[in-house]
């Protein structure tokens, strides 16, 4: 992570007494030495002057993760009463968060040292401090050295051991340690990209034909034409930007006034630990990744009560403030990717964003499938949406969607520091033997839009470029500002915001094992293109998640939240042909409902028809829906619709997956006659008649059992076409068993067989 080093120096610090004679060395709960530090792969180089001052941030610890973890199942879960009753950052504080005891505890320790506490607070569960490093040194009883980088040109600083403190109780994280990695927007230029693939710039082929910008270029206003078309525009909404650098505002507007469009949102730079708020290029810094933020917010979300980007030095700072300004932003957008030392260090706080009713979009990276040394964390936590990337064509300028296929540098995989799969990726229908995904280990991304070399883009003081940028940068804040939009008109029903997404398009997506119906209206459901390992397919895969937003899913999110009613589940069925099968459906009542529930079906397969058990039913338990199929009904799997209409009107839908095969091919078998008398020394014949009643069968074979002694059975011929006859010669010597016996005669083919029996004589 990226540290800014102080410009004062303190003097240090020769002697420091205990904080307290009660307490003992803690440890921090999540790690701080770099890999590369404890294989010995970065060689040391020396140590940091003792008076080199550096700006941490001390992060406190949950005080009931387990109770949040309840929390958050029963927030998100509708049939909970507790759903979407969303926390403020106050009411998280005092239930989940540190106490204030523990807090001014970290803070006296802190300045017992001798660091300075500049910033933070007990609700961002930070206390941010500047301090020499021998302060550091003391106070964390670590010695910190600096490093050669192992794959890059540069040297390091960081601890060389696991920091302790004299605190009664373990912190949680410290940020700051190190500098090893140096956090990356998530944005390409394709020269750069034409460069790194060996390849002409010129064959970079851009799809941009059809954008309202110069040179036929997207601009952020064609990125919600194509994926949203309404009237809303983000009013009353705050969307926040996740940055690592300030920027210059007047690279903005020159964007705008380029493109003939012009803006009122207020825009706020906000500095969350003393980092500076200004980006100039005279000065050695880039603001692209920072522009473009912002226009692919304001583009889908013009009329935002305010657009907020928070630049910090590390990660805790600006999240930290992002999870307690007044009012929250909503949605918030990060483009940004960096390697911590500890995959966890922030799961706290995007748990914490869920509580709040906050979503976190973070570009799932453009060097396609997600490896240890080049995956852009924090995209693989599982409490954020990451967003993948496409290739988007539109009707016209400002027209609407018309195709899209997989962006062949869309980042995605799975977690490579192996964190869980969340609850809602392990829901039936969502990980496929097709999209070759973990049923172990989270998945991303989540979602998608278009991040192709497409756009126009103004930054650092200089000419504005079309054509030229691309990268799942643009998509992660176009998707924020989406569900600005969507909290919008949550709003203006009275209804709460829809929270952290993840665990309502996931459900909503998939129903009994399969995609649900609503999917194909919800998303636009990206099934060619292919990146790195893996390739886009039907529903849900690792290139584009479940795809970008279609017609329906903005209808989809902004239903209204009932106070009370009931949920539908029904099983699968899975039947053959001439057959019946049962579907077991389940209602669950919530907020009190007590109507009784019909149900109905719809989108049978042609052949197919249904019986109902108990109709009305409910409004709390179980009943059948037995599906018959005929002996001609279409096969395959279809997900029915099942819809449940309350006494009171309330309605409810669910699907069945139903699963017709075909019944296995069958036939008879006859003979005439059916009695044969035959003297020793001769012999007889009876015809043997095959009839095929299902399916077909290109061959039965002929065999016969029961003969005795001295008695020989042939056919001819030996096996019949299907439907035919064959002779049976029986043979009959002079010596033969005499007396009356059954001979069974049977046909085997198609999978079956079947007999007939002859009775022979033999006299």
Same mark, same amino acid.
């Given at each position: 992570?990226?540290?800014? &080093?102080? %410009? ?5 610090? =020769? ?26 792969? #970065? ?22 993760? #387990? /109770? ?10 509708? *049939? ?49 401090? %500047? ?56 944005? +390409? ?48 909404? %705050?969307?926040?930007?996740? +940055? ?5 505002? #007047? ?28 980006? $100039? ?6 603001? !692209?990744?920072?522009? &473009? ?69 973070? =570009? ?15 995209? +693989? ?30 980042? /995605? ?13 392990? &829901? =039936? ?19 998608? =839009? ?6 126009y883009v103004c930054a650092d003081q200089? !000419? ?34 829809? /929270? ?41 895969? &690792? ?18 939240v009932p106070t009370s009613g009931f ?22 009542p919530f907020g009190g409902y007590a109507?009784?529930?019909?149900? @109905?079906?719809? /989108? ?26 005929? #002996? !001609? ?16 009107? !309330? ?24 009695? $044969? ?5 001769? @012999?007889?014949?009876? %015809?043997?008649? *095959? ?73």
């Amino acid at each position: 992570m990226i540290q800014k &080093l102080g %410009k004062f120096m303190f003097p240090v610090i =020769a002697v420091l007494a205990m904080v307290a004679t009660n307490c003992q060395a803690q440890s921090v709960r999540t790690l701080h030495v770099r890999d590369a530090v404890r294989s010995g792969q #970065a060689s040391a180089t020396g140590r940091l002057p003792s008076n080199q001052v550096l700006q941490l941030d001390l992060v406190l610890q949950l005080s009931d993760q #387990a /109770g949040l973890e309840s929390f958050l199942k029963d927030l998100y879960d509708p *049939t909970s009463p507790s759903y979407r009753h969303f926390l403020t950052p106050q009411e998280f504080t005092a239930r989940f968060g540190p106490s204030q005891s523990d807090y001014d505890a970290v803070v006296r320790f802190a300045e017992t040292y001798g660091f300075q506490v500049v910033g933070g607070s007990r609700d961002s569960m930070e206390v941010q401090v %500047k301090g020499s490093v021998a302060n550091i040194e003391a106070a964390f009883h670590v010695n910190m050295r600096t490093y050669q980088r192992p794959t890059e040109n540069r040297t390091f600083y960081g601890p060389d051991s696991e920091p302790t403190l004299d605190l009664p109780f373990n912190l949680w994280h410290i940020s700051g340690l190190d500098n090893y990695s140096l956090p990356h927007a998530m944005f +390409e230029n394709k020269e750069v990209y034409a460069q790194l693939h060996g390849i002409d710039a010129s064959k970079v082929v851009s799809r941009a034909t059809t954008g309202s910008g110069p040179s036929a270029s997207f601009l952020g206003s064609d990125m919600r034409a194509a994926y949203y078309g309404g009237a809303l525009t983000g009013a009353g909404q %705050k969307v926040g930007l996740f +940055e690592y650098y300030g920027t210059d505002l #007047a690279d903005l507007t020159t964007y705008f006034t380029n493109v003939h469009q012009t803006s009122s949102v207020p825009v706020t730079v906000k500095s969350t630990d003393g980092t500076s708020t200004s980006c $100039l290029e005279s000065g050695g810094c880039d603001d !692209t990744e920072q522009t &473009l933020d912002m226009t692919q917010a304001l583009g889908m979300a013009p009329d935002l009560s305010s657009l907020v980007m928070y630049v910090g030095s590390t990660d805790t700072a600006i999240i930290g403030a992002m999870t307690t300004d007044n009012p929250l932003p909503g949605t918030i957008g990060c483009s940004w990717g960096w390697t911590p030392v500890d995959p966890t260090s922030l799961e706290p706080y995007f748990k914490k964003m869920a509580a709040q009713g906050q979503n976190f979009f973070v =570009a799932s990276g453009d060097s396609s499938t997600w490896k240890a040394s080049t995956y852009p964390w924090p995209a +693989e936590d599982p409490y954020v949406v990451t967003v993948g990337g496409t290739d988007l064509v539109t009707a016209s300028a400002g027209g609407a969607w018309s195709s899209e296929t997989a962006w062949v540098d869309s980042g /995605g995989g799975i977690s490579p520091n192996h964190l869980a799969i969340p609850a809602w990726q392990q &829901l =039936a229908g969502v990980i496929t033997s097709s999209n070759k995904g973990s049923t172990t280990y989270r998945n991303g991304p989540d979602v998608s =839009a278009n991040a192709n070399f497409t756009f126009y883009v103004c930054a650092d003081q200089t !000419t504005c470029t079309a054509n030229e940028y691309g990268g799942t940068s643009f998509a992660a804040p176009m998707w924020a500002a989406y569900v600005a939009l969507v909290n919008q008109q949550l709003a203006s029903n009275s209804q709460p915001a829809i /929270g952290f997404i993840n665990p309502t398009i996931y459900a909503q997506n998939v129903s009994g094992g399969a995609l649900s119906a609503a999917y194909a209206t919800n998303f636009h459901d990206i099934t060619s293109g292919t990146s790195g390992s893996y390739s886009a397919v039907t529903g849900y895969d &690792l290139v584009t998640g479940w795809g970008s937003p279609n017609t329906g899913l903005f209808a989809a999110l902004t239903g209204a939240v009932p106070t009370s009613g009931f949920t539908l589940s029904a099983t699968a069925v899975s039947i053959v042909q001439g057959t019946s099968g049962a579907s077991t459906v389940t209602s669950t009542p919530f907020g009190g409902y007590a109507k009784t529930i019909t149900l @109905s079906v719809s /989108g049978l397969p042609s052949g197919v028809t249904v019986q109902y058990g108990t109709n009305p039913f409910g409004p709390s338990g179980n009943t059948t829906i037995t599906f018959v199929a005929s #002996a !001609t009904a279409a096969t395959g799997t279809t997900n029915v619709s099942v819809t449940g209409t309350g006494a009171d009107g !309330t309605v409810e839908a669910t699907t069945v997956s139903l699963t017709v095969t075909a019944a296995p091919s069958s036939f008879t078998i006859g003979a005439s006659p059916t009695s $044969l008398s035959v003297a020793r020394g001769s @012999s007889g014949t009876t %015809k043997i008649t *095959t009839t095929v009643t299902q399916g077909s069968i290109s061959s039965i074979s002929l065999s016969a059992s029961g003969q005795k002694s001295g008695t020989t059975i042939s056919f001819s011929p030996s096996s019949i076409a299907g439907s035919g006859s064959s002779t049976m010669k029986v043979t009959v010597n002079r010596n033969a068993t005499r007396g009356t016996f059954s001979i069974v005669v049977k046909g085997t083919g198609g999978g079956n067989s079947q007999t007939v029996t002859v009775t022979l004589t033999v006299h």
